[in-house]
């Protein structure tokens, strides 16, 4: 697993050769897809006052990657409507990866509302999920993917549905870095769930990068080439 003891430059720089790789294979199916954009890394102050304003630690890894690569990454592509997917993939039609220290306490703030408005029960079930969280990309259909702070310093990723969603509390990675890395090594497809669920073979595992599903999805994309 990928994490913050392991992360090398090298990692870095695979990452932006898949996120390129899959802009370009969006292309080829005639998609639309915007530059891969990166921001400067945070400083420690910066950290400091996104912290506070959230009340609680930025995870290990989450921290690694702003401080030392960068603070915020936008990657984003579309299929065109008459793209020919095959059936277990009907349903991609986007991906892309976007994190930014700034947009941290928006998704956070999304969160918080959706746990104290809607799923205010700790003892429910569904709602337990959204508690003990701390939300850090939006979903644009409501959703957010979000630290299980129950996980320690450098705690897992996990997915919160507001609409019964098959994936609601799956965990996408065993923290920051190994979500991003799995993330990337498919070309990003989401970040609804829907659009992810193909990779997610059960409510722990994580994408599945070497599964067939996720062999089959990279040989119809465009995604081969590997730089690993």
């Known amino acids: 697993m990928l994490n913050s003891d392991t992360m090398t430059k090298q990692d870095w720089q695979r990452w932006q050769f898949h996120w390129n790789n899959a ?34 630690k930025l995870p290990k890894s989450l921290r690694l990657i702003i401080t030392s690569y960068s603070g915020e990454v936008q990657v984003s592509w579309q299929l065109p409507d008459e793209a020919q997917r095959p059936e277990t993939f009907r ?28 799923f205010a029960d700790p003892k429910d079930e569904y709602d337990a999920v959204w508690h003990n969280k701390l939300g850090f990309m939006q979903v644009p259909n409501g959703d957010v993917i979000a630290f299980d702070l129950k996980g320690g310093d450098d ?15 799956y965990r996408l990675g065993d923290n920051f870095i190994d979500f991003v890395d799995r993330w ?25 990068t070497d599964s ?17």
């Open 23 to 56: 802009l370009a294979a969006c292309k080829s199916h005639g998609g639309s897809a915007e530059p891969l954009a990166t921001g400067p890394p945070a400083t420690s102050k910066e950290i400091e006052a996104i912290e506070k304003e959230v009340g609680s």
């Open 91 to 118: 349903e991609i039609f986007s991906g892309g990866i976007s994190w930014s220290l700034k947009r941290i306490k928006e998704a956070e703030n999304e969160r918080r509302g959706w746990q104290k408005n809607v």
């Open 155 to 169: 705690p897992p990723v996990v997915y919160l549905s507001h609409e019964d969603g098959e994936c609601h509390g």
């Open 184 to 208: 990337t090594r498919i070309g990003c497809p989401g970040p609804e769930d829907w659009q992810m669920s193909p990779f997610l073979a059960s409510p722990q595992s994580g994408f599945g």
């Open 212 to 228: 067939t599903n996720a062999s089959e999805w990279r040989k119809w994309f465009g995604m081969d080439a590997q730089q690993d």
